[in-house]
């Protein structure tokens, strides 16, 4: 997978006991954007159509996906006799 880009309304994130903030699903980023440019410009264009909102740009900088290991165990089979 490519680098990509998200967006996030945080203005009504609400703090955890731990101190994190917690995006209410309303406000959680809904697409993957391939291009920074055109984040940025969408970016934009929600802080326009939603000026009470506080909207960020989120860079994915990981990425944890599953892998299988084929493992192959001799037996050790009694002798048949």
């Known amino acids: 997978m490519e680098k990509f880009w998200m967006i996030a309304n945080v203005a009504a994130a ?3 006991p731990n101190g994190d903030e917690k995006i209410e699903p309303q406000h959680a980023p809904k697409y993957i954007h391939m291009h920074e440019d055109a984040a940025e410009q969408e970016l934009i264009r929600l802080q326009q159509a939603h000026p009470s909102g506080t909207f960020v740009l989120l860079e994915a900088m ?4 599953p892998r299988m290991v084929m493992v192959i165990e001799k037996l050790e089979l009694p002798p048949p006799f």
């Open 62 to 65: 990981s990425i944890a996906k």
């Open 14 to 16: 609400t703090e955890l």
